[in-house]
């Protein structure tokens, strides 16, 4: 088992470069058997969550060949099972969004129920009622989910509540439906675009990704097509709370700062500063940081995803703040492991009540899921002393080379397999 230890109270200084886009990637990933010819992706995180992904695809007969760390190829003309085994559903939620590929491209599909991050009850509900709606027969049973059409015919689709997984989902087996298919109340994340814009560059025809109405045409066959990912958000606003909680001033790159407005816009708030350059945001927080309110909600509101993050600085902020999280009901779980840090919350329902602190106290963690993870790590980036975080091997489903990026802008973090490590790093740096 590996672990971070950590030595606080170094301000983060420099540049760092952002990868690509998990979450876009995961769909763009599935989406990508949809053609028989072969398609090339790039700007490919390598993270845990992709590998996983990827081997669920080799495993149902596609052809996967790696070009490098972030480059891959892949050809959907060898598929020949349409069945993604419960081995990657249960490490990748995400490997659900071959339900959908599957589903458009063979009008058959065998998936496990998901599992997945522990964030709370994760219903998939809505992409079910959305396979129906376009003609699928779906049956649960012994744990997997079948779905089968004769063909899927387009129609109109509310969905009730906005789901980035249910709207990917859809839209793909829409892609390659007979007609018009309009979803209605779809979620608008940067990466929901660019899947459709991935599926687009294959000859798809959707229209209005990015807005709560989306259009699509179905075609009979989808081509190969060579795309690049958009940066993950999600990576980009961790490092800029890294830089905020420890004071420091750091120039996140390769990143498209209008799909971080909602989170520049809370360091604004707090009292940091916040330069944005055409593909590059700067993060200088030189001041002590103010109290404010959060509340998570679907793009372009505030993600949940930086939730725990958002949470550590406002912990070390004056005053008195509140987090609330509309999303996901069990997002709170971080919070017992931040308390051993010396934070003051209380969680009231859905509300995080934080009184803000003078400084952290490290401590020993463990990482909850992933995003509560890098939390802890940025809580042990700011706080006096060595924190040491258990279980990152969920920090790695979704943070490409974390620790040496961290390291490159002056933090003093080491990964670490054993007690005689964390001895060794605790020596070299007091
Ligand atoms: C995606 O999850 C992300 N995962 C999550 O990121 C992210 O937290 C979430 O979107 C919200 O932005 C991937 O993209 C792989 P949802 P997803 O469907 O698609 C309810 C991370 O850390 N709902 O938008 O599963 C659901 O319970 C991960 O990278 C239904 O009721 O989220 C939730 O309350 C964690 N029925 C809300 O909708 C459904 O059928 C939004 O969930 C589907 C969802």
Redesign the pocket.
């Known amino acids: 088992m590996e672990q971070y230890v950590i030595k606080g109270g170094n301000p983060l200084v420099g540049e760092v470069e952002i990868g690509g886009a998990?979450?876009a990637a995961?769909?763009i990933l599935a989406a990508s058997i949809m053609a028989d010819e072969t398609i090339t992706i790039d700007n490919l995180p390598n993270v845990r969550?992709i590998n996983v992904l990827l081997g669920a695809i080799e495993g149902i007969g596609a052809v996967v060949e790696r070009i490098d760390a972030h480059t891959v190829k892949i050809n959907g003309s060898t598929i020949s099972g349409m069945t993604v085994d419960y081995e990657y559903i249960k490490k990748?939620?995400?490997s659900y969004y071959l339900l959908g590929a599957l589903l458009g491209k063979y009008k058959k599909a065998e998936v496990a129920l998901p599992g997945?991050?522990d964030?709370?009850?994760?219903?998939?509900?809505?992409?079910?009622?959305g396979f129906r709606a376009l003609g699928a027969r779906v049956d649960i049973q012994h744990g997997l989910i079948a779905a089968e059409a004769d063909h899927l015919k387009g129609t109109h689709i509310y969905l009730?509540?906005?789901?980035?997984?249910?709207?990917?989902n859809i839209m793909m087996a829409a892609a390659m439906a007979e007609g018009k298919t309009i979803i209605e109340n779809a979620?608008k994340?940067p990466?929901v675009v660019d899947v459709a814009n991935f599926l687009n560059s294959m000859g798809a025809g959707i229209r209005g990704a990015g807005t709560d109405v989306i259009r699509i045409v179905g075609v009979e066959k989808l081509h190969k097509t060579e795309y690049s990912i958009i940066p993950d958000q999600?990576e980009a606003g961790t490092f800029m709370f890294a830089a905020a909680a420890t004071r420091g001033d750091v120039t996140v790159k390769n990143v498209i700062p209008k799909h971080l407005e909602a989170t520049t816009a809370k360091l604004l708030e707090v009292g940091c500063e916040v330069e944005e350059f055409d593909d590059a945001v700067r993060v200088v927080c030189a001041k002590p940081m103010h109290h404010t309110q959060v509340t998570t909600l679907?793009?372009p509101g505030f993600?949940?995803?930086m939730q725990p993050q958002m949470a550590v600085i406002l912990g070390i902020a004056d005053g008195t703040s509140t987090v609330t999280e509309s999303?996901?009901?069990n997002r709170f779980k971080y919070v017992d492991e931040l308390t051993r840090m010396g934070a003051n919350i209380k969680v009231e329902s859905n509300i995080a009540i934080i009184t803000g602190v003078e400084k952290y106290t490290g401590a020993r963690v463990s990482a909850p899921?992933?995003?509560a993870g890098a939390a802890l790590v940025i809580a042990g980036l700011a706080a006096e002393g060595i924190t040491i975080v258990d279980d990152i091997y969920y920090i790695e489903?979704?943070y490409e080379n974390f620790e040496e990026k961290l390291a490159s802008l002056g933090a003093q973090i080491e990964k670490v397999s054993s007690e005689k490590e964390i001895q060794k790093f605790t020596l070299k740096v007091s």
Not at 119 to 129: F, N, Q, V
Not at 160 to 168: F, M, P
Request: neutral net charge; hydrophobic residues 35%; glycine residues 8%.
């Open positions: 998990k979450n995961l769909a969550d990748i939620r995400a997945g991050c964030i709370g009850s994760r219903p998939i509900d809505l992409h079910l009622k009730d509540k906005v789901s980035v997984g249910a709207t990917i979620a994340e990466h999600i679907p793009y993600p949940t995803d999303i996901f009901e899921d992933l995003r489903r979704g």
